[in-house]
């Protein structure tokens, strides 16, 4: 999604979730993103680290709470990287989960209350798959 957009939007915003609990290749991903496309990447992190978080909720918050880390950790963090936008634009695809069944090309995201745009909502799963929307990105 952000190779197909940085071709009409050079410059265009990507916000990166950053949970503190990536792997390293994610990482990585998001740093070629950053270095071989012509995307902004917008790192949004938690208010707190996740040593930070074990220390004032205890360990394994995501096993004892599963919503109030999300809420943390994903929820509140993305509101607030969305705040200065009207809209924004997703990967989900339908494939991915039960509950992503649902997700429609065109949503308004009322509790933010902006439009929401999921371009690649009906495309399948790998092994099914058609076309591939987003290159490779070469190795530096």
Do not use: I
């Not at 270095?35 to 360990?59: D, K």
């Not at 200065?84 to 989900?92: D, H």
Request: aromatic share 6%; proline share 6%; hydrophobic share 40%.
């Amino acid at each position: 999604v952000a190779h197909l957009v940085s071709q009409f939007v050079p410059g265009v915003d990507v916000v990166f979730l950053d949970t503190g609990l990536h792997f390293v290749e994610t990482l990585q991903f998001r740093d070629r993103l950053h270095t071989e496309l012509a995307v902004t990447v917008v790192s949004a992190t938690p208010e707190l680290t996740v040593p930070q978080q074990a220390e004032r909720f205890g360990p394994d918050l995501h096993l004892r709470d599963p919503a109030s880390c999300c809420r943390m950790r994903k929820v509140d963090v993305m509101d607030a990287a969305l705040e200065p936008y009207e809209a924004w634009v997703t990967g989900l695809r339908r494939a991915d989960s039960e509950t992503r069944r649902s997700t429609a090309v065109l949503e308004w995201d009322a509790r933010r209350g902006m439009v929401k745009l999921n371009p690649v909502a009906a495309r399948r799963s790998a092994a099914g798959s058609t076309t591939t929307l987003v290159p490779t990105l070469t190795r530096s």
